[in-house]
């Protein structure tokens, strides 16, 4: 089985704050999602990146998809309580229709 | 865009009894719909995949005669877990894409399936 790891696999934090979710693997994707998921609905698209090094802004989150299309980074600007949430990594492959999602990463930010 | 809905939000059911579940595309075509489970703090695990108008496509350790799928239009799956028992009970997600989506699927609301 193809793994996405994610790293941290938790991260509490105070508003304001910043922080960076790893998404790792040793397979070469054609695309990377990242979702958001809380408790109790299902994941919400933030961005798909598509290009090795791509670089996407969206608001105070920035993403990045590595040069060898391996491994992508979210980072958040001065997180807020409203980005409380479990932060979904999926990757996608050139000869199927599946995802290969991450192992996720549960982030609480603090007032 | 890309509206996902799935009914019922919640269901409650005795051991041995049928539940189906209903995932829709709002307002695009659905040409591959995903169904997917999740256990409590945990990520998503892929079911199956179904094309419209084709058989399922079951993962690995998926008994299909246990989780029936039905993709019937371009807009509408439905998963019937048969014969429920409390092993069952989780989290039930759909995802649907549409031919204009690359590789991006969009999420129902998800389900939860409670099997006394």
């Known amino acids: 089985t193809q793994l996405l790891e994610q790293s941290p696999q938790f991260l509490s934090i105070q508003e304001g704050e910043n922080l960076t979710v790893y998404c790792n693997s040793s397979s070469v994707f054609s695309s990377l999602q990242w979702y958001r998921q809380e408790p109790g609905e299902g994941p919400v698209l933030l961005v798909t990146v598509v290009t090795g090094g791509e670089v996407k802004k969206l608001k105070r989150l920035t993403f990045q998809f590595g040069d060898a299309r391996k491994d992508s980074s979210l980072h958040i600007t001065a997180a807020q309580p409203g980005d409380t949430g479990l932060y979904l990594c999926?990757?996608?492959?050139?000869?199927?229709?599946?995802?290969?999602f991450g192992t996720g990463t549960r982030l609480q930010v603090f007032p | 865009g890309a509206v996902v809905s799935q009914h019922p939000s919640r269901v409650i059911c005795k051991s041995g009894t049928s539940v189906k579940i209903e995932c829709r595309s709002l307002d695009f075509q659905a040409t591959t719909m995903f169904w997917y489970r999740q256990f409590p703090k945990q990520s998503l695990m892929l079911m199956a995949t179904?094309?419209?108008?084709?058989?399922?496509?079951?993962e690995q350790g998926v008994e299909k005669d246990k989780f029936l799928i039905n993709h019937a239009s371009l807009t509408l799956s439905t998963l019937t877990v048969t014969s429920a028992h409390p092993e069952d009970s989780s989290f039930y997600i759909c995802?649907?894409?549409?031919?204009?989506?690359?590789?991006?699927?969009?999420f129902g609301p998800g389900t939860r399936l409670t099997v006394l």
């Open positions: 999926a990757g996608a492959k050139w000869n199927t229709d599946k995802l290969i």
């Open positions: 995802s649907a894409r549409g031919l204009a989506h690359y590789n991006e699927q969009f």
């Open positions: 179904s094309n419209e108008g084709s058989k399922a496509t079951y």
